[in-house]
């Protein structure tokens, strides 16, 4: 399993409003190695959304990923459509290419969600084919 970080957020109080989880690990973009920076089950408490929370989270996640060594070539997420203007608000844009993932002991098209990219020590790819080699985060 690949290695996993949390970010939390806190409000004034120091309770707890949004959560995002974070994850590192080696890929493949059109069958070159990649190192790969993972956005997920990013989460505020709806008393607290439309507040910032999230692009907090975001943006803490981005600097761990540009903090690391060896460098993370990008960053990728999947999301809903609804939140696909969210998510570009932030510099995310999305990859029309195909997500490729362990699901049921073989390698499949991820195509549950949109996937979205942002750039961390290189440009993103927005089309081709991303191979997580192994299952979603």
């Known amino acids: 399993m690949s290695p996993h970080?949390?970010?939390f957020v806190v409000d004034e109080d120091h309770g707890l409003v949004s959560y995002t989880g974070v994850v590192v690990r080696n890929a493949e973009?059109?069958?070159n190695?990649?190192?790969v920076g993972g956005i997920g089950a990013v989460k505020t408490h709806p008393n607290a959304r439309s507040q910032g929370h999230a692009a907090v989270g975001l943006s803490r996640a981005q600097d761990f990923f540009r903090a690391q060594q060896p460098s993370i070539d990008f960053a990728l997420l999947v999301c809903d459509v609804s939140l696909l203007?969210?998510?570009s608000r932030f510099g995310w844009r999305e990859?029309?290419?195909d997500l490729m993932t362990l699901q049921h002991a073989k390698t499949e098209r991820f195509d549950f969600n949109r996937v979205m990219v942002a750039d961390v020590s290189a440009v993103a790819p927005t089309d081709g084919v991303i191979d997580l080699k192994g299952p979603p985060w």
């Open 5 to 7: 970080w949390d970010i």
């Open 29 to 31: 973009h059109d069958r």
């Open 33 to 35: 190695p990649i190192r």
């Open 85 to 87: 203007d969210y998510y």
């Open 95 to 97: 990859f029309q290419g």
